[in-house]
């Protein structure tokens, strides 16, 4: 968010330098069921993001002294392959990655009914493949599709996106340059049925209409994220679905 | 165990997805929010007298008091067993429920590490601790044979309605084939039979879903193990 | 990495490979199905996701510019790194990179390194002072046995699809990424007096000790690893090298 660039970020016709309009989200892409081993699993692309999401649970819970007696705990861990971005990242958990990981394990547990599944933890694994800005919004929106492929129970599968502000415009989903070089950064995840917010952030400067414009326009775009969501999910499962008999 | 309709949507739905808004009350996985009744769960919607729920088509086996599954020994301590049922908990068998009288610390010396047991849930606590016993009739420790895992979504079918798919995979391999609630699945015959048998379980996992799989299943059967065709055996006399 | 094994699935197995027949149907020298994609990651200079049967693993190449080695100031700088990342496998559990995941990068990186697969004295860009080096990570996406094999094949498959990227940083034109040769790994594992080629999990489960043989294109050795816990004979030895030679060059005729 500190970068200086000559670069124009939103021309004179309000068009993005990827062709976008202000309100325009990038090309969203999601497979539900791609690993084997995993108990649910998804891969999710959004513009250049690629992340792949994995569960496993509800099952014992390591380290014991995190149990709770009374429900399941939901263990989130993020991380950033080495080759996802352009400056090699080394390997192994840094501060971003940790803080990340605490938001969206604290965003899925207020979706997932934990309560079913006392003293055990449900684990979800996020991997960013490659970066390009909006990475923890794309890696929520990667878990919830594993969680459901999973059979975990849950209120609703959550959808995240993020707005933002660049050249003094309001802009929905990011995309790399407009995050560096930009004016605001605000991921946002919500429960589809309720409009409930469960991961909100915010960096930069905006006014309260900015920022009242620009999170209508987020909420938006996670209804639609949330269609494909469900879309990706009944393309795997339709064929399996059941005809109850016995 | 809700009692499944006969004819229902193949429609699968989804964790959020509205279930109805007409006053029904929510069956398993299924909450109600704002008047309406919603999937917690991705499955098969389900109507049950007056509720509506959904028949889950993911997610592990959740051990009800009283079924009869199989399990492996993982662990041991001196006066119980730990063993693994495919459950997100493991399940302890305590010397008192074994048909032994075991000493303590003698464990070891009755199941050890690996060993394949037939157990049966006693209980479920609230916070989902799990009770079993070895000590009903049929129940003990297993030798020989296959043991196989499919998803326990599918066991129903397996069984069929009135038993008549297993009746028919037993008779038709001529093989000892015991069902476990948890999807895992204990096969005992003759080597070329079993591993018809293990072909035809697999068959029916992968197309449980599919018209007429009774009929499939029986000519996958009879195209690799010939039957004899008792009906029309003249008999000695 | 171990989970436990039905002591029935164990005997049926065992069984099954005196027989010289595998659970999945496979002939003790058959290597499962392999499907390479490269170019997968944008951001990496060069990268490949491998599947062998079920198991799947990424590796990505970042070139950059860097310090030589004091005693090589001439030569470029090859590293690489793996992590089993617990999403690959129930057992396996977060944290920095165990015994096992430093052993694979090991055995995964001599190969590269000892067949010379990477012309590293062409990547010098100014000599005693600046070179490229040459990261390659890798990951296990889904563990079905054999990772060792399937880890080379994405280093390798990601370092022949590789570009230096000169221009980004305004060292000369991008060009490819100088290979010579292709070495391939060829693992086996030995479960009772039988030996067999690309494990799958639950053989590696039963298995007492497992070789992993790396071939270059005319069929020299350039690396082995013995491991686990059991031993291996002088007539075992020579079989698996014959194997490593010849399932080597098939592996190598399907990458291309």
Known sequence: MSGHTDMVLVDENGLRIDGRTADQHRPFKIEAGVLNN???SAYVEIGKNKVLA???????????????????IVQCKYNMQSFSVSDRKRPGPDRRSI????IISEALEKVVLTELYPRASIDVYIEILQANAGTRCAGLTAASVALADAGIPMRDIVPALACGKADGHVLLDLNKEEDNYGQADVPIAIIPSTDEIVLLQMDGNMTREEFDHGIKMAVAGCHELHELQKDALKRRYSKKAEEASE | MEKRNARQTRELVVPGDILDGTGMRPGENAYVLDGKVRASVMGVRNVFQNTVGVIPLRGGYMPTSGDTVFGVIVDIGPSNWLIDIGAPYPAPL???????????GDTSKYLTIGNVVLVKILAVDESKKISVTMKDSGLRRIEGGRLIKISHTKVSRVIGKSGSMISMLKNMTDCRITVGQNGWIWIDGEEENTDVAVAAIEMIEEQAQSMNLTDRVKEFIEKKIPQDDEYYDEGDE | MTEIMSEIKRDHMMKLIEKGERLDGRGVTDVREIKVCT???????????????????????????????????????????????????????SGPPGEDAIELARVVDRGIRESGMVDVEALCITPGEEVWMCFVDIYALDYDGNLFDAANLAAVCALKSATIPGE??????????????TPISVTEVKIGNTLIVDPNFDEEQISTARLTVTTDDVGNFRAMQKGGCGSITLDELSLCLDRAVEKGAEIRKIIG
């Open chain 1, 38 to 40: 995993a108990d649910g």
């Open chain 2, 94 to 104: 305590h010397v008192s429920e074994v048909p032994w009288k075991v000493e303590f």
């Open chain 3, 168 to 181: 980004q940083y305004g060292k000369g034109e991008n060009k490819p990424l100088p290979i010579t040769c």
């Open chain 1, 99 to 102: 803080e990340i990981s605490k």
């Open chain 3, 39 to 93: 170019d997968v990651i944008e951001s990496a200079d060069g990268s490949a996701r491998v599947k062998m049967g079920k198991t799947e693993v990424i590796a990505g190449v970042k070139i950059i510019p860097g310090t030589p080695f004091p005693d090589t100031p001439n030569i470029g700088v090859l590293t690489t790194g793996a992590e089993l990342i617990p999403m690959a496998h129930p057992t396996f559990e």
């Open chain 1, 54 to 72: 994995a569960v496993y649970g509800p099952r014992e819970c390591h380290p014991r002294h995190l149990q709770d007696p009374t429900k399941a």
